[in-house]
Each structure stands twice: as C-alpha cells, then as structure tokens.
C-alpha cells in the first residue's frame, strides 16, 4: 500500500470521531470536510477569473496547506481500524475486539497533552485494547477493562509499577508519569 493511500485511509478512519484538541486548531471547513492539502482555504481571497465564455467570475484564490498527521492521530486511526476486526483476526481464534475498550483507548489518547510520549495500539487476544511504550530503559503496558479502568505494568530501569486505576482524564499515577505520559 502506498504512503499516500495509507495516509488518506488514516484521514478518513480518524475523522470518523474527530479530536477535539486538534479541531481546536484546524478550520471549520477542514472540519467538515477533509480535502487535499492543495484545496484547503488559508487566508483565502477572491480574485476573478475569465471563464472560457469570456465572462469573468470569482474564483476563491487558495494557498496550499501542509497537512501532518501527528503519533496520537495515527494511533487513534489504528484503533478506529481494529473495531472493524473480526473474530480470529489473528489467525488463532483471538476474540472480536472490544468496541468499549478501544473506545476507552482512543480516550486515553485524546486526553495526553502535546509533550507526552504517544503509545502504540495493540490487541490482546481477548479482545481487550492495549497501548504500549517500548524504549531502551523503559517499557509501559496498559490495558483497557471497563469503564475507563485501565490494568497497567511500567517499567524504568529497576522501577516496576504494576496497578489498575480508573482514568478521570487528569492525573496519572507516577509508573505512568515517569514514562512520559503527561495530561
């Protein structure tokens, strides 16, 4: 698959639930529609332009927009992604995922502030969304329960934290913060 097929799948998946923080930035009219980067309005002003009849109309002068997927945009489109997954979507009888849990995965995202580190989506086989962080000294795993209750295991040099907690969208127990995850 191309770059850009896969950049414009991630578009489409990721405005199916659009982020809030994001949309905070972006233009109303990219909000309500997606369009390549070369027809998006910037500043945008009238000018005239001479039809093949002669007559002159406006034409909207337009100026190309850089548009950039960001590490929590593309997580969050993988995750959109997995909710169409179905049972055995790995090939040894792995149960459907579980739309409540990758929900409360795509909230976890959405609710980390620009400085936190962006986990990876995954799967387990159960169903149940997990993100992940993998570095050379550090190593965090959170599952998604139930009710925005998240089962995690994080690791810092010889620093392990294992707990459950239920996410309010504001803090974040230390393992976590240590990791780099901010809110």
């Not at 190309?64 to 169409?84: C, Y």
Request: glycine letters at 6%; aromatic letters at 10%.
């Amino acid at each position: 698959m191309s770059a850009a097929v896969a950049t414009a799948a991630a578009i489409h998946l990721y405005a199916e639930e659009p982020n809030i923080t994001a949309l905070a930035r972006r233009s109303a009219q990219q909000r309500v529609l997606w369009l390549p980067p070369e027809f998006c309005n910037v500043n945008g002003t009238f000018r005239p332009v001479a039809t093949a009849e002669g007559v002159s109309t406006a034409q909207e002068n337009v100026a190309p927009v850089q548009s950039q997927l960001t590490q929590a945009d593309l997580a969050t489109a993988q995750l959109l992604r997995m909710e169409r997954w179905d049972f055995d979507w790995n090939g040894n009888g792995a149960a459907k995922p579980l739309l409540f849990s990758l929900k409360d995965a795509r909230a976890f995202i959405r609710a980390l502030a620009p400085e936190s580190v962006i986990p990876r989506p995954a799967l387990h086989a159960d169903g149940h969304a997990i993100l992940f962080v993998r570095g050379p000294d550090t190593y965090a795993e959170l599952e998604f329960l139930a009710n925005q209750r998240i089962g995690f295991y994080a690791r810092q040099g010889g620093q392990e934290w294992i707990d459950e907690i239920d996410f309010d969208g504001r803090t974040l127990p230390e393992g976590l913060s240590r990791i780099g995850f901010a809110v």
